[in-house]
C-alpha cells in the first residue's frame, strides 16, 4: 500500500495513521516525526528545523529532501505529513507511484479546539486530546508522562493553517487530476474516521 494521508494540522491524520499502520502492518511515515526526534537528539539539522517549525512554516527543501530519500520506506507506507506543496509531490513522484491519497477534512474552528486539547506521551508517543481522555491527569496509561507539543499554541497553530492554505491545499487539485484524492471528514469519532478509511481502501482493492 502507498497511502498519502492529506489534512490539516490537527485533523487528526497521525492518529488514523498509526491505527492503519497497527491494523495493517504498514509503516508509517512523519516527517514531523522524524524532525521532533532530530531536534530532541539536538542535531544540527534538528536545531534549524526548529527555526521553522517553531513558527509554523514549513522547513525547508534543502532539510527535508534528504530526510526523505533517507527514510521513506519502499515498499508500502502511509505518509503523515508528506507531501505537504507542491514541489514535494513532485519529488515524490520521481520516487515512487502512489495508490491512493486520503484527506482527513476538518474545520479550523474544530482545530483551534484540538490544539488546546492535545497532549501527547513522552514515553510512548499515545496522543490524548478531545477524544481520548487520560485516566489519570498528566499521565499516559503506560505511566509516561503527557505534554504538549511546542507548536501546539494557537498562535502556532493559526500560522499552520495559513501555511496549509497557501502550500499544502494546491495538492487537492493536483492529486484530483491524477483521480487518486478521496475525502473523508475527520471531524466524526476515531473509530468512524477509520472505519471509514477501511472502507475506502477495501473498496479500491489496495492492500
Ligand atoms: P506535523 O507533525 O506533521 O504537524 O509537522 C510539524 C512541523 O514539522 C510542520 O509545521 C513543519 O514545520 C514541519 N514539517 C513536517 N512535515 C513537513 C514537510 N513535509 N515539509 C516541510 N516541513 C514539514
Do not use: W
Not at 121 to 131: F, M, N, P
Not at 154 to 177: C, G, M, N, W
Request: glycine share 6%.
Amino acid at each position: 500500500m502507498k497511502l498519502i494521508l492529506l489534512g490539516k494540522p490537527l485533523s487528526g491524520k497521525g492518529t488514523q495513521a498509526e491505527m492503519l499502520s497497527k491494523k495493517l502492518r504498514v509503516p508509517v511515515f512523519s516527517l514531523g516525526e522524524i524532525l521532533r526526534r532530530e531536534f530532541e537528539k539536538k542535531t544540527a539539522l534538528g536545531r534549524k528545523a526548529e527555526k521553522y517549525m517553531e513558527r509554523g512554516a514549513l522547513v525547508p527543501e534543502t532539510i527535508i529532501l534528504p530526510l526523505v530519500k533517507k527514510h521513506l520506506p519502499r515498499k508500502s507506507f502511509i505518509l503523515d505529513g508528506f507531501p505537504r506543496d507542491l514541489a514535494q509531490a513532485r519529488y515524490l513522484e520521481t520516487l515512487t507511484p502512489l495508490d491512493i491519497v486520503i484527506d482527513v477534512h476538518c474545520s479550523n474552528a474544530l482545530i483551534r479546539k484540538r490544539t488546546l486539547a492535545r497532549r501527547s506521551c513522552t514515553r510512548c508517543g499515545k496522543i490524548y486530546g478531545l477524544d481520548v481522555k487520560e485516566e489519570k491527569k498528566g499521565f499516559c496509561s503506560c505511566g509516561g508522562h503527557l505534554e504538549r507539543r511546542k507548536d501546539d499554541t494557537v498562535a502556532t497553530v493559526t500560522k499552520r493553517l495559513e501555511t496549509y492554505e497557501k502550500q499544502t491545499a494546491p495538492l487537492i487539485t493536483f492529486y484530483k487530476k491524477k483521480k487518486l484524492y478521496r475525502k473523508v471528514s475527520g471531524e466524526r469519532k476515531i473509530a468512524f474516521v477509520q472505519k471509514e478509511i477501511l472502507g475506502i481502501l477495501k473498496s479500491e482493492r489496495i492492500k
